[in-house]
């Protein structure tokens, strides 16, 4: 089965832009749709941005699309988050997500996750 580990995480300035990576090892992302989902003190965990297997499709969040971009590395195993133009709204713990099917925005579709990386923005 595959682990994957977050990094990149820290504190920004509202406007700021942060990349989050998540490391995977046991097995090729390739054969994983890959997603980031993110949960702030007192909410729900909210599905960020996924990838498909194929790395042909993305998909995002309405509250994130034009800011924040997906992408994967498969020779480094790896899963990035671009954010960009960041809010206050966006501070979170950000995890990485992994299921094998189709690429999905539901979190309780994924049954691999990091530990998470924290993302403070400051307004």
């Known amino acids: 089965q595959v682990q994957l580990v977050e990094s990149g995480g820290g504190l920004v300035q509202a406007g700021g832009s942060l990349r989050l990576s998540c490391a995977a090892s046991?097995?090729?992302?390739?054969?994983?749709?890959m997603g980031w989902v993110r949960q702030a003190p007192g909410k729900e965990r909210e599905f960020v941005a996924a990838?498909?297997?194929?790395?042909?499709?993305?998909g995002y969040t309405d509250s994130v699309k034009g800011r924040f971009t997906i992408a994967r590395d498969i020779a480094k195993n790896t899963v990035y988050l671009q954010m960009n133009s960041l809010k206050p709204g966006d501070t979170a713990l950000y995890y990485c997500?992994?299921?094998?099917?189709?690429?999905?925005?539901?979190?309780?579709?994924?049954?691999?996750w990091g530990q998470g990386t924290q993302v403070t923005v400051s307004s």
């Open positions: 990838i498909t297997s194929s790395g042909g499709s993305t």
């Open positions: 997500a992994a299921r094998q099917g189709i690429a999905t925005l539901t979190v309780t579709d994924y049954g691999y």
């Open positions: 046991g097995r090729t992302i390739s054969r994983y749709a």
